[in-house]
């Protein structure tokens, strides 16, 4: 089956611990890409990646890191998470192409506390 | 610098009724993607429709439907015969066709009521 993994689904954690968010793709898609959902503020990216070994900033990239050694793989790294990290991630993965859609992993719910 | 808009924060529609989710953009690419994704209450992000900039008709999927007034810069979402299971969280996105990055609205949350 087709599809995006996350892992955790559901983390809560302190200020500071850093943690490692995992994402894969089994689609051999060369697009991959994090945002977080913030409520009323719909999704915004935080990082993408158009292929392996390259990756660029979106829209709100402090705080995080990412690494793309793999095709199938785009691991979210926050190396001293903050409270107002604390939110909904989501990874999503594409065809590198303007016409195709993405397919969106099942999300991360991140509490900093 | 490329937008979305969606200024219906909620909808109510009855079960049965057709329902339209406005959305409005904002870009100077003459090449770009529409989306419309739904959330529901579970979280999962789930594709419903695409149309290209391109795109001679308004694309149909099942009982969606994309509204294209490209003059106008909309691409308004109608769902035809609301479902129960329709109530969810929609999401307008935009494709930059510079980064592939989803530009995002800020969603409408539809309810469904019998």
């Known amino acids: 089956e087709a599809q995006v993994t996350q892992n955790p689904r559901y983390l809560i954690t302190v200020t500071g611990k850093k943690l490692t968010v995992t994402c894969s793709q089994n689609m051999n898609h060369e697009y991959m890409s994090w945002y977080r959902q913030d409520p009323g503020l719909g999704l915004r990216q935080i990082y993408y990646?158009?292929?392996?070994?390259?990756?660029d900033k979106g829209d709100v990239p402090e705080g995080y890191k990412v690494s793309r050694k793999e095709k199938r793989n785009f691991p979210l790294i926050l190396e001293s998470p903050s409270p107002n990290q604390t939110s909904l991630y989501f990874c999503?993965?594409?065809?590198?192409?303007?016409?195709?859609?993405?397919?969106f992993g099942p999300g991360t719910r991140l509490t900093v506390t | 610098a490329q937008k979305i808009t969606q200024t219906q924060p909620g909808m109510f529609v009855q079960e049965k009724e057709a329902v339209t989710l406005d959305c409005t953009y904002d870009?100077?690419?003459?090449?770009?993607?529409l989306f419309w994704y739904k959330q529901p209450s579970s979280g999962e992000m789930i594709f419903l429709i695409y149309?290209?900039?391109?795109?001679?008709q308004n694309a149909t999927e099942g009982r969606y439907s994309l509204n294209f007034q490209k003059a106008r810069k909309s691409a308004n979402l109608v769902i035809s015969a609301s479902q129960l299971g329709d109530s969810a969280m929609y999401f307008c996105a935009m494709r930059d066709p510079g980064t592939d990055k989803l530009i995002f609205g800020t969603g409408t949350r539809l309810q469904v009521f019998p």
């Open positions: 149309q290209g900039s391109y795109d001679q």
């Open positions: 990646s158009m292929n392996v070994e390259v990756t």
């Open positions: 999503a993965s594409s065809v590198g192409h303007l016409a195709y859609e993405q397919y």
């Open positions: 870009t100077s690419d003459p090449s770009y993607g």
